[in-house]
C-alpha cells in the first residue's frame, strides 16, 4: 500500500472511460493529478478502478469529485495513506436506515397514527439539527406510550427488510474472520433477531419497556446514543488488542459521525449531507457489500 492517498471508484456497470477522463481532468483544476493504479477490476457484483495521489484532497474538491462520479451512477472512496486491507479486523454498523431500509420507530408509530410526528424528530436528528440523540430518543419513545407489543414483530415481519449487500456484507466480514458489531440507537426486539439472522458477533441498542403487553413509552436503562456507539466500538477493539484505526465503520447519520470518526474506513450508506462529507466513501449507487473491495 503507497503513502499516498487512494481514490477508489465503484460501480455496479463498468467505469466508463469518459469518467475517468472527467475525474482526471476535474482534478487537474486544482492541481490534483490522479495516477491510475492497474487495470479496472470486477469481483462479479461490482467494477472498481483505483487512482492514487499526492496529496490530501479537501473536502470540497472530494464532494465535487462526487458529484461528478454520480452522474455515472458510480461511487468514490477516499482511502487514507498506509491502511492496510488486512488490518481491518472489526466492522462496526449502525442498523435503521444503514444495515435495514426503514427507520424502526418511525414503523412502530405508524401504529398509532403518528407516523408524521415521530420521523420529523427522526429526520431533524439524522441530518444533525437536534444535536440530542437521547433528548430526540425520550421524545420520540414517549409517542408510542399503548403501543401494543404485537407491533414490533409486524413491523419486522412486514415492513423491515436487509438493505441491498447487507447479507453479502455480514457474509463476506464473517468469513474474513471479522468481529461484526451492530450498535444502534433503535431497538434490541430487532437487533437481536437481526444478529441470529446475518451472523452479528455483538449488538447493542436501546430496550423498550413493556407493561401489560404494551408499550409504555419509556427506555429501559443507559440510551445509546453517538458517544455509546463509539464506546462499543472502542471497546470491542479493546478486546481485539487493536485500534479504532483497525475498524471500518458504517451509518448514514449524524448520530454515527462519532463512531465513524478515526475509524481505518468510514462509509457513509445513503446519509445525510452532514455524514455523507465526512466520510472516506460514499455509498448512493452501490450496495453495503461494495465495502469488501475496500478491504479485498
Same mark, same amino acid.
Given at each position: 500500500m503507497s503513502d499516498h492517498p487512494t481514490l477508489v471508484a465503484i460501480s455496479r456497470q463498468p467505469i466508463s472511460e469518459k469518467l475517468v477522463f472527467e475525474l482526471k481532468n476535474h482534478a487537474l483544476g486544482f492541481d490534483l493529478a490522479l495516477h491510475t493504479l492497474g487495470l479496472q477490476q470486477s469481483n462479479g457484483s461490482y467494477f472498481s478502478e483505483r487512482w492514487e495521489t499526492?496529496?490530501?484532497?479537501?473536502?470540497?474538491?472530494?464532494?465535487?469529485?462526487?458529484?461528478?462520479?454520480?452522474?455515472?451512477?458510480?461511487?468514490?472512496?477516499?482511502?487514507?495513506?498506509?491502511?492496510?486491507?488486512?488490518?481491518?479486523?472489526?466492522l462496526a454498523m449502525d442498523m435503521d436506515s444503514t444495515l435495514i431500509n426503514i427507520e424502526c420507530i418511525d414503523e412502530i408509530?405508524?401504529?398509532?397514527?403518528?407516523?408524521?410526528? !415521530? /420521523?420529523?424528530?427522526?429526520?431533524?436528528?439524522?441530518?444533525?439539527?437536534?444535536?440530542?440523540?437521547? $433528548?430526540? @430518543? &425520550?421524545?420520540? !419513545? /414517549?409517542?408510542?406510550?399503548?403501543?401494543?407489543?404485537?407491533?414490533?414483530?409486524?413491523?419486522?415481519? $412486514?415492513? @423491515? &427488510?436487509?438493505?441491498?449487500?447487507a447479507i453479502e456484507l455480514l457474509a463476506g466480514a464473517n468469513q474474513r474472520g471479522l468481529y461484526t458489531l451492530l450498535v444502534s440507537g433503535g431497538f434490541t426486539f430487532f437487533t437481536e433477531k437481526l444478529r441470529a439472522q446475518l451472523g452479528f458477533k455483538q449488538t447493542q441498542a436501546n430496550t423498550l419497556e413493556i407493561i401489560n403487553g404494551k408499550l409504555t413509552g419509556k427506555v429501559l436503562g443507559d440510551i445509546v446514543d453517538g458517544s455509546a456507539k463509539a464506546a462499543h466500538l472502542d471497546e470491542a477493539c479493546r478486546l481485539l488488542a487493536c485500534s479504532k484505526e483497525?475498524?471500518?465503520?458504517?451509518?448514514?447519520?449524524?448520530?454515527?459521525?462519532?463512531?465513524?470518526?478515526?475509524?481505518?474506513i468510514s462509509v457513509a450508506y445513503r446519509a445525510k449531507p452532514v455524514v455523507k462529507e465526512k466520510a472516506d466513501a460514499a455509498f448512493d449507487h452501490v450496495g453495503l457489500d461494495a465495502a469488501l473491495l475496500l478491504i479485498a
Open positions: 499526492k496529496q490530501p484532497i479537501p473536502v470540497a474538491q472530494r464532494e465535487s469529485l462526487r458529484a461528478i462520479a454520480g452522474q455515472y451512477q458510480t461511487d468514490l472512496c477516499f482511502i487514507k495513506p498506509n491502511l492496510m486491507p488486512g488490518d481491518i479486523r472489526v408509530a405508524d401504529f398509532t397514527g403518528k407516523k408524521s410526528a !415521530v /420521523a420529523q424528530i427522526t429526520e431533524a436528528t439524522m441530518r444533525g439539527e437536534i444535536q440530542d440523540f437521547k $433528548e430526540s @430518543l &425520550r421524545r420520540r !419513545v /414517549a409517542l408510542l406510550e399503548g403501543v401494543h407489543a404485537d407491533a414490533l414483530e409486524a413491523v419486522y415481519r $412486514e415492513r @423491515l &427488510r436487509p438493505n441491498p449487500g483497525n475498524a471500518i465503520t458504517m451509518g448514514d447519520g449524524a448520530n454515527d459521525l462519532i463512531m465513524m470518526n478515526g475509524s481505518g
